[in-house]
């Protein structure tokens, strides 16, 4: 059984600033300039990374543009300052992910970037094209299966840098990345549950797999097909009562029909890996009290129980 979860997002990078100086002797220029923004859509916690690519071509000639000039390129991030990579933030809590930045020049040769503010890297020297129609270059922005898996919901931001430079010319750019990530829950691994009568209670529970991005707290409601004023029943030709209890590390709490049991009571978070790992990090425990065991006509009861999780 799973909770509806079905949420979108929208991932998109933007180019601002312009090249560029130039001289009858050297030019260094960029086409399409500002450079194409990139948006990405819907990352649903599956498996695989979010990547963004804005192809472009640059140009760096000499000798009023018949001669090819040499060039280099880097990319830096003077916020937060101190790290050689690259992180973007969330714009509330200022929760960091890493994201990588990888640069390929227009011979189909790829560079991985790192912060030139701490690093001071710079790519070789590159040979500068002629003309468009000799090759693209593109820069690639990737966010992480394994870093979204512990995103907080909310916007990301980040402000980075990419430099082109040549000896007479250079192109500086802001490269504005962000990622509206949404809340995320899933439930998985929840299978039907027999339980089993003899002498006194009768207790049956069922272990399942919660995933909340951020292991964020979740709260949980259930209802049954059969319920009678907030109380759960099994049916047959008569009603038999059950009582349901949700827990996380031992710790179990009763639910009613339609009530809805706060995460911020319980403290209940759920996994950042979308299936737990393979291990599970909830139970689910039905109790059957003996009296109403008793009581009941024999046959088979059955019920329906509907469990939904939502972030909290």
């Known amino acids: 059984m799973n909770n509806k979860n079905e949420s979108s997002l929208k991932l998109s990078l933007m180019f601002c600033g312009l090249l560029s100086t130039s001289s009858a002797f050297a030019a260094l220029t960029t086409t399409p300039n500002p450079l194409p923004d990139i948006t990405l859509n819907a990352w649903y916690g599956s498996s695989g990374n979010l990547v963004g690519t804005s192809n472009f071509c640059i140009i760096s000639t000499r000798g009023n543009n018949r001669r090819r000039q040499d060039f280099d390129a880097a990319g830096y991030q003077r916020t937060p300052s101190g790290t050689n990579g690259f992180v973007i933030a ?152 059950y009582q349901v209890e949700i827990g996380q590390s031992g710790a179990f709490y009763s639910l009613t029909s339609g009530f809805t049991l706060l995460g911020s009571y319980t403290n209940f978070s759920g996994s950042s890996v979308r299936d737990c790992g393979g291990a599970d990090n909830t139970e689910l425990r039905v109790t059957l009290l003996s009296q109403d065991i008793s009581a009941a006509m024999p046959g088979t009861y059955t019920d329906a129980l509907t469990i939904m999780i939502s972030p909290n």
Not at 176 to 183: K, L, R
């Open 90 to 241: 969330h714009t509330v809590s200022g929760h960091q992910l890493d994201i990588d930045m990888v640069f390929k020049d227009p011979w189909g040769v790829s560079y991985s970037l790192t912060n030139y503010s701490v690093t001071g890297f710079l790519t070789p020297q590159i040979t500068g094209p002629l003309n468009c129609a000799e090759g693209s270059s593109s820069l690639e922005v990737t966010l992480s299966a394994a870093q979204l898996a512990y995103a907080q919901a909310g916007i990301y931001r980040a402000t980075l840098g990419f430099d082109v430079m040549q000896i007479s010319g250079s192109y500086s750019g802001v490269l504005d990345f962000q990622v509206n990530m949404p809340e995320l829950v899933q439930i998985s691994r929840l299978n039907d549950i027999i339980i089993p009568t003899g002498m006194g209670n009768a207790v049956a529970t069922e272990s399942f797999c919660v995933f909340r991005n951020g292991q964020g707290n979740f709260s949980v409601q259930v209802s049954g097909l059969n319920d009678v004023s907030g109380q759960l029943h099994l049916k047959n030709i008569d009603m038999l009562p």
